[in-house]
């Protein structure tokens, strides 16, 4: 059983640009949370999506963030006109939301630099 | 809101030897999950522990076990016979059980970065 994917694992984008985060969970898993983390320090939570919903967007930045997670496909975290402090690790977890704890498996990161 | 709290950026011990991981947090919950996980320089999150709020015993998985005092709201990790392949970031990490969207998200530490000297 396939883990957690995200990709691109490392993407270089220069001040101005849009970077796409891709996030597939793990199968039967519906639920999907993003995750933020800045050099040195632990992880934020950004945002928790269900298939077509987003269920708590209240650690998403109110400008140039947005996320998705469609009826098929990834859950996509976009980042319009990238600036150097949205360069981070961006982590995806997922969970199947059907029994407590609802563990939350993670994937491996994108590391995003914004040059 | 919930916060967590590491108070030890670096620790480091001996091959072999016992070391303990401190965390606290601050809720006003009375049910929560608590977690420890490992972040090794691949930077994969893996999780270590898991600790139920409702439960008095301490949770353990072979060398990894917890001390968890619910009245002090601390939630220490010790890692007994450390190994070279224990060297990682740990965090700690709350997670509420109240409601859909409030229950949802890990709110995690700063994290301790262990070293462990062969």
């Known amino acids: 059983n396939a883990g957690v994917m995200q990709n691109p694992r490392h993407l270089v984008r220069r001040r101005g640009q849009e970077a796409r985060l891709r996030c597939s969970p793990m199968?039967?898993?519906?639920?999907v949370y993003w995750y933020r983390q800045l050099p040195e320090e632990g992880l934020k939570f950004m945002v928790y999506?269900?298939?077509?919903?987003?269920?708590?967007e209240s650690g998403m930045p109110k400008e140039r963030f947005s996320a998705e997670f469609p009826k098929e496909g990834p859950s996509i975290l976009r980042i319009q006109q990238v600036v150097r402090g949205d360069s981070a690790a961006y982590f995806c977890?997922?969970?199947?939301?059907?029994?407590?704890?609802?563990?939350?498996?993670f994937g491996p990161g994108t590391r995003l630099t914004v040059t | 809101a919930q916060t967590v709290t590491q108070s030890q950026p670096e620790m480091s011990v001996q091959e072999a030897e016992t070391v303990t991981l401190s965390c606290t947090y601050d809720?006003?919950?009375?049910?929560?999950?608590l977690f420890w996980y490992k972040q090794p320089p691949s930077r994969q999150m893996i999780l270590v522990i898991r600790q139920e709020a409702y439960k008095q015993q301490n949770a353990t998985e072979n060398r990894f076990s917890v001390n968890f005092q619910k009245a002090a709201k601390s939630f220490s990790l010790k890692i007994s016979d450390s190994q070279l392949g224990d060297a990682a970031m740990y965090f700690c990490?709350?997670?509420?059980?109240?409601?859909?969207?409030?229950?949802?998200?890990?709110?995690f530490g700063e994290g301790t970065q262990l070293t462990v000297n062969p």
């Open positions: 199968k039967g898993h519906s639920h």
């Open positions: 977890a997922s969970s199947s939301g059907r029994a407590a704890p609802y563990e939350q498996y």
């Open positions: 999506l269900q298939k077509e919903n987003i269920i708590d």
């Open positions: 990490a709350y997670r509420s059980v109240q409601g859909e969207t409030s229950g949802s998200r890990l709110t």
């Open positions: 809720t006003s919950e009375s049910d929560y999950y």
